[in-house]
């Protein structure tokens, strides 16, 4: 699978920003998606994750919220809908593809697939 992220950008704080990820191909729909980010000096962390058919999600506390994740199986596409960002929520941004989550859950970075990339900058 592979996963092409953009979206990305410089905002201010409290703005809003819609991530997208594409992923090509005829099995998109029967991924488990998620998204992660990374602050310069930080671990990668998880932001949210939705199940095959988008009618279970999963979020960070730290954006629960705030953001919303989507997915259209029908374009083959996930999205990230961040509202109220923070400077906090600056960091480089990866969607990520699994076959199913762990019995613990999906916030794991046990991923199978992974995006390039996208920087979102949030100033103060």
């Known amino acids: 699978v592979q996963l092409q992220a953009s979206g990305g950008g410089l905002v201010q704080a409290g703005g809003s920003l819609r991530l997208s990820c594409a992923a090509p191909g005829r099995t998109f729909s029967s991924y488990v998606m998620g998204w992660f980010r990374q602050a310069p000096g930080k671990e990668r962390e998880f932001v949210a994750a939705v199940n095959w058919s988008g009618g279970a999600t999963y979020y960070a506390d730290s954006v629960k919220g705030r953001f919303t994740i989507t997915r259209d199986n029908a374009k083959n596409t996930l999205y990230l809908r961040m509202n109220s960002l923070k400077p906090e929520d600056t960091a480089v941004y990866y969607c990520?593809?699994?076959?199913?989550?762990?019995?613990?859950?999906?916030?794991?970075?046990?991923?199978?697939?992974w995006g390039q990339g996208t920087q979102v900058t949030v100033s103060a």
């Open positions: 990520a593809a699994r076959s199913h989550c762990s019995a613990y859950g999906c916030n794991d970075p046990n991923y199978d697939y």
